[in-house]
């Protein structure tokens, strides 16, 4: 155990988000997310029995999010549904990502299942949660943490 580090927050996963570099997508799956298939050659890790709202609590505590994209967060749109339609789940993890991330609800865009399998495909590394809500799917951006540019 370390201080000040979530707990849930795993030496692969710890090892996994110092690797990532600035814009590297991280992707946040629902346990029947198909991981395994749109993971080849990526690393896939799993967070079983930890719903999504915990795991983006847990992975932003650390993660520093893109601050050079309108939109650094985006998750899977529920199929069949208008535009702007958020699920309960996406409705919670919005509010968590607000609170543990400044993240504005514009900065999470939906987007449409099989746009967000191929974003998948070129994200750095997939971690599986145990959350059983379909569409239960984010992304995030990896931002920098660093000194201001010197004029």
Avoid: C, W
């Avoid at 993660?63 to 208008?82: C, N």
């Avoid at 699920?87 to 514009?106: C, H, I, N, T, Y």
């Amino acid at each position: 155990m370390l201080k000040g580090i979530d707990p849930l927050l795993t030496p692969e996963l710890l090892k996994l988000l110092a690797e990532m570099g600035h814009d590297d997508a991280l992707v946040l799956a629902d346990a029947n997310f198909t991981a395994m298939s749109l993971g080849v050659g990526k690393p896939v890790l799993r967070l079983p029995g930890v719903d999504m709202v915990r795991a983006l609590q847990a992975v932003t505590s650390l993660l520093p999010l893109a601050e050079d994209v309108p939109q650094p967060v985006a998750y899977m749109q529920v199929s069949g549904t208008p535009e702007g339609y958020r699920s309960a789940l996406q409705r919670e993890a919005a509010d968590q990502l607000a609170a543990s991330a400044g993240v504005r609800s514009d900065q999470i865009e939906a987007v449409e299942r099989f746009a967000f399998y191929e974003r998948v495909k070129k994200a750095y590394a997939i971690v599986v949660t145990g959350e059983t809500q379909p569409f239960g799917n984010f992304i995030l951006r990896k931002g920098v943490i660093g000194a201001a540019l010197r004029p």
